[in-house]
């Protein structure tokens, strides 16, 4: 997980707490809830709730480029050495994906990083006569 900010020392707010819980901010809280409330009551209750597990996944691809990447446009498998994707060639599809799908994306070594948690590794092979970085336990669907 990576955080966008990160607060150091004199940086801290460690008044925050009565900061957001002034009467205002609660009054403003309230009407929030209030309004979710009418809602709730119109719909007559909750309205689709998914299981835990579909919940999650979907999350994780929402908040995951990489993730929803290898979901929707790899096929994995860390346990099979002969698939595996030249590193430049996989980043590139990633990119493109990205656009298409309008996220952004990851930098190209933290992208590398997201595949090394999936356990597919970046090993140097030989491909046509050539000694390429590639990631090994994975390969692009429809290449």
Do not use: W
């Amino acid at each position: 997980m990576i955080f966008e900010s990160i607060f150091i020392n004199d940086e801290k707010d460690t008044r925050l707490i009565d900061r957001l819980t002034t009467d205002t901010e609660l009054s403003g809280l309230l009407n929030l809830a209030l309004i979710a409330l009418r809602q709730l009551i119109k719909d007559n209750g909750f309205i689709h709730i998914d299981d835990i597990e579909t919940i999650e996944r979907e999350y994780n691809l929402n908040a995951n480029t990489v993730e929803r990447f290898l979901a929707d446009k790899c096929a994995t498998d860390a346990s099979k050495r002969e698939s595996f994707g030249i590193c430049r060639d996989i980043y590139h599809e990633y990119i493109v994906y990205c656009k298409v799908n309008k996220i952004s994306p990851l930098a190209d070594n933290a992208f590398g990083m997201e595949l090394a948690q999936h356990h597919i590794k970046k090993e140097r092979k030989s491909v046509k006569g050539y000694r390429e970085y590639c990631y090994v336990g994975i390969s692009l669907l429809n290449a």
